[in-house]
């Protein structure tokens, strides 16, 4: 029953890709360093730009400490006023299927997105070609993105959760810079200069460390010479050198403050899982999804949500459940963690009701039913993370950061996870664990 189960799968996944993607994914390199991904799809006459560089935390120096938020905020400011002006591409604003530019910045990359009409998508990439790694910094801009990023470091730490979650890094990642806020901190933020910035800027966002990904109704060469037109022009500069990142902790830590305005404590608790890159990834993605959602381990332990202490209509719980397993991010560091929302005077019963479900494959196993729950909840994450233009360029151009490849390779390797390779991870990896606890000030 298990393998029908399973080749039944693997149809509807092969189905739903080859109706949606069309053509298979090509990747090229420019001349300048620049990795192309041209992924044909005729599903939409929108079209999805994606660009990724591998500027990370660790690329930041002592007095840059924010840069690349800073630098978000640049993009972002530069970009609308550009549109604004030039009225080009029109689409990226007056269309609800298209999108204004959009940056995010994370611990390990940046990645900026647009979506345009197809018949604009040479505009659009002319922009973010301009934007993300041509553009010279105004003194006006750096002013105001310097307010922006203050105000959304200030934004940020007004939120217990986000706190518990800074809390579980620093504890996971110690003194390293995995370990710090996105934002910097507001003393760097104000030392910092437009000469350092800018310098910054001109070194890490270079086209040897970037990948830009386009999907789009068009065939691959077509896709690929549109790049070439817009980005092959940029100087040809060598990628940084990789940031040395010291190994996280090797023993488990914990990390505690309080908040005022909390009523619960809040707790993040986590373990470590294999690089993104390794294979044995996917089976900790596996683990995750064997614990999260309705039906999860972690909803079905009815003493583990009577131990939090908490007087939760039953009505809420399908809304709020107080406890649920943080996304899992790209990295070569990663985290398996799960946040709890709990009573003050329950918070060691909590911890240890936690580890104890990822720690339980050790000694438990796994039954077939949940192997495959888990498996479906992860090739159906994938496949919802490709479903429209943009999301999929974003998707495969991140991805094309780490050297992995598109969505059908992620499909398969889920197919090929085993009971065995989930127990593994979890006696190879989950040997340490990291706490972030918020309480209640008093």
């Excluded at 690929?224 to 990789?242: E, I, N």
């Excluded at 990834?281 to 683990?287: D, R």
Aim: hydrophobic fraction near 45%; proline fraction near 6%; charge should be negative.
């Amino acid at each position: 029953m298990r393998n029908v189960i399973r080749a039944g799968l693997i149809t509807l996944a092969a189905l739903t890709l080859a109706a949606a993607h069309g053509a298979p994914v090509a990747r090229t390199q420019l001349p300048n360093g620049l990795t192309v991904i041209a992924a044909p799809g005729d599903a939409s006459r929108i079209a999805g730009i994606a660009v990724v560089i591998g500027s990370s935390m660790a690329d930041e120096p002592a007095g840059l400490r924010g840069a690349r938020a800073m630098l978000q905020q640049l993009i972002v400011l530069s970009s609308h006023q550009q549109i604004n002006e030039q009225l080009t591409p029109i689409s990226s604003f007056i269309d609800a299927r298209s999108s204004g530019l959009g940056v995010n910045t994370d611990w390990e990359f940046v990645e900026a997105a647009l979506a345009v009409h197809v018949e604009e998508l040479d505009a659009g990439l002319q922009l973010l070609a301009g934007q993300v790694f041509g553009a010279q910094i105004t003194q006006e801009q750096f002013d105001e993105a310097r307010e922006l990023v203050k105000r959304g470091y200030d934004i940020s730490h007004e939120s217990p959760v986000q706190d518990t979650f800074d809390l579980f890094r620093r504890a996971f990642y110690g003194a390293g810079p995995m370990g710090r806020s996105l934002q910097g901190d507001p003393d760097s933020i104000d030392a910092m200069t437009l000469e350092g910035l800018q310098a910054f800027r001109d070194a890490q966002y270079v086209a040897a460390d970037a990948v830009v990904c386009v999907v789009a109704p068009m065939s691959a060469d077509e896709i690929t010479a549109a790049v070439t037109a817009a980005f092959g022009a940029l100087p040809t500069l060598p990628a940084p050198p990789a940031a040395e990142v010291p190994a996280p902790p090797p023993d488990s830590r914990v990390e505690a403050g309080d908040a005022a305005g909390l009523v619960q404590a809040s707790m993040v608790v986590g373990v470590p899982l294999p690089p993104v890159d390794d294979p044995k990834y996917i089976a900790g993605e596996m683990v995750g999804q064997l614990l999260d959602g309705r039906g999860g381990r972690l909803r079905r332990d009815l003493s583990l949500l009577q131990a939090l202490g908490l007087a939760i209509p039953t009505r809420l719980l399908e809304q709020h459940y107080p406890i649920g397993v943080l996304p899992m991010s790209m990295s070569r560091q990663p985290f398996l963690a799960v946040h709890a929302l709990c009573s003050p005077n329950t918070i060691e019963q909590v911890r240890r009701g936690l580890l104890r479900h990822l720690l339980a494959l050790r000694t438990g196993g796994v039954t077939d039913a949940e192997l495959e729950r888990a498996r479906r909840r992860v090739i159906n994450g994938h496949l919802l993370a490709n479903q429209r233009p943009v999301e999929r360029a974003l998707y495969l151009a991140g991805r094309g950061l780490f050297g992995l490849g598109d969505v059908d390779q992620a499909v398969a390797a889920a197919q090929a996870v085993t009971a065995d390779d989930l127990i593994a991870v979890v006696d190879d990896y989950f040997g340490r664990h990291a706490v972030g606890v918020q309480m209640p000030a008093s």
